[in-house]
């Protein structure tokens, strides 16, 4: 089930804490209310993206999904700008 979302991260086959890092610096160029996608291989990922979302001020974690895409298990990353 994909979300609307405004503007997609593909950080397969980076390991923690590059999706992170690499979502922080994209949600910053988003403007408020908009919506990042990142796709990420790195299972750790999952409760990296929740930890971010709990300290951050300005994200939303809106959802996160597991896809398989050229066989491989993709962690998707839903995050909202909300400031």
Not at 32 to 60: E, H, M, Y
Request: charged share 25%.
């Amino acid at each position: 089930m994909a979300l609307p979302f405004d503007k997609e991260l593909d950080v397969r086959g980076a390991k923690c804490p590059i999706p992170v890092v690499k979502a922080r610096q994209a949600v910053n160029e988003l403007q408020v209310g908009q919506v990042l996608r990142v796709l990420a291989t790195d299972p750790g990922s999952v409760n990296d993206f929740k930890g971010w979302a709990q300290v951050a001020k300005n994200i939303q974690l809106v959802a996160q999904e597991t896809e398989t895409i050229e066989g491989q298990t993709v962690y998707v990353h839903y995050v909202k700008r909300t400031a």
